[in-house]
């Protein structure tokens, strides 16, 4: 008769199975804002799918536009002063 037991390797967990850092969330954290304007703006496209685009449907998308730059240029900008070494 032969027994079926588990390996140890394969029940213990592996590095992958491990929680996220601090520092990963953080990082998670401050990229929130572009996120959420490339949600928004992936949310304005997709309305404007089956559609035509009215005047008022195109100044939506602009904005959204707007805001997806602005929110990585503030990213971009923020990690460029928190950056070690720069002067």
């Known amino acids: 008769m032969n027994l079926i037991v588990a390996l140890q390797a394969v029940v213990t967990a592996d590095d992958f199975d491990l929680e996220p850092t601090s520092a990963e969330l953080d990082a998670v954290a401050e990229e929130m804002p572009v996120v959420l304007a490339e949600v928004e703006l992936l949310d304005v496209e997709i309305s404007l799918l089956d559609r035509p685009a009215t005047e008022w449907d195109?100044?939506?998308l602009r904005r959204a536009r707007r805001r997806v730059l602005a929110?990585?240029?503030t990213l971009t900008n923020r990690g460029a002063v928190t950056a070690p070494g720069v002067a």
Do not use: S, T, V
């Open 58 to 60: 195109m100044r939506r």
């Open 71 to 73: 929110a990585r240029r």
